[in-house]
């Protein structure tokens, strides 16, 4: 188990602030945190971050798995999908807190900003491959422009010179 999925399964800070002693009562506990939902961003800031780490943690695992056995490779996908379990019931937990505490306008403020500001990543990395597409495709014109230039060049040039000579010398 990597550090960050232990981190992330560990860190039960958020589970023990809203449950405390009694799961039956989280949400009157989380009520009555109402007030400090604004002292918690830090806690949904780690929240996200250990998402972005699983997540991360997800691609580099499906590109790290060549040369790995089928044994290596399932305690990984298990491992990643227990931190992906985790994560999804504690974001269940966050909305839970929110709304039971009044403050469902921020989740879906939070929700919608979050959506948008996904859009707008997707579009600057669409963009930005596009432009790496381009300088790409760029580059090979100048590069078959200079080989027609060379090969062109590697055929009239012998042809002047050949015709040059037949002129200046009146034959072969």
């Known amino acids: 188990m990597t550090s960050s999925t232990a981190r992330l399964t560990n860190d039960r800070s958020f589970y023990r602030i809203c449950y405390g002693a009694g799961r039956g009562r989280w949400h009157k506990k989380a009520v009555a945190l109402g007030k400090d939902i604004h002292s918690l961003y830090k806690e949904f800031s780690s929240f996200y971050q250990a998402a972005d780490t699983v997540h991360l943690a997800s691609s580099k695992a499906r590109i790290a798995s060549i040369g790995k056995t089928n044994a290596q490779i399932s ?57 790496k597409q381009k300088e790409k495709e760029a580059k090979v014109a100048i590069i078959m422009n200079t080989l027609w230039i060379s090969g062109a060049s590697a055929i009239v040039v012998p042809l002047i010179s050949v015709a040059f000579h037949v002129i200046t010398n009146r034959g072969f």
Do not use: C
């Not at 227990?82 to 937990?93: G, I, V, W």
């Not at 921020?106 to 929700?111: A, P």
């Open 75 to 131: 305690s990984e996908a298990l491992q990643i999908a227990l931190a992906s379990k985790a994560l999804r019931e504690h974001e269940k937990e966050l909305k839970d807190i929110l709304f039971y505490s009044g403050n469902a306008p921020v989740w879906e403020e939070m929700m919608a900003e979050r959506t948008r500001l996904i859009k707008e990543r997707n579009t600057l990395e669409r963009e930005e491959s596009e432009r």
